[in-house]
Nanobody, 125 residues
Framework: QLQVVESGGGLVQPGGSLRLSCAAS????????IGWFRQVPGKEREGVSC????????YYADSVKGRFTISRDNAKNTVYLKMNSLEHEYTAVYSC??????????????????WGQGTQVTVSS
């Protein structure tokens, strides 16, 4: 069974950092673009960052440029999202998604995708 599982969420103070992990099981991530999306109640899910299978193409939403860094370790079958200088507005459920092939943005509409269950990130003092 193909699965991706997120970890690393939690409570962090404003200005703090977290690193989220997205681990795959049942398949290898080598041929998949991996994306991180976030959602808050009452709003649409937003693509935060996506990374191509080789890591050569990376997309960041304008709202996270300079704060978030996406990376992947295909040997560990894991993709990471390092989030720095977090503020209250970054509070959300963060989910990772795997979709086969290369995409240049986080637009996965119409593509077969494997979603994780999400991990809560709460930025609060």
């Amino acid at each position: 069974q193909l699965q991706v599982v997120e970890s690393g969420g939690g409570l962090v103070q404003p200005g703090g950092s977290l690193r989220l992990s997205c681990a795959a099981s049942g398949f290898t991530l080598d041929y998949y673009t991996i994306g991180w999306f976030r959602q808050v109640p009452g709003k649409e899910r937003e693509g935060v960052s996506c990374i191509s299978p080789s890591g050569g193409r990376i997309y960041y939403a304008d709202s996270v440029k300079g704060r978030f860094t996406i990376s992947r370790d295909n040997a560990k079958n894991t993709v990471y999202l390092k989030m720095n200088s977090l503020e209250h507005e970054y509070t959300a459920v963060y989910s990772c998604v795997a979709t086969a092939g290369v995409i240049t943005t986080c637009d996965i509409s119409g593509r077969k995708a494997y979603w994780g269950q999400g991990t809560q990130v709460t930025v609060s003092s």
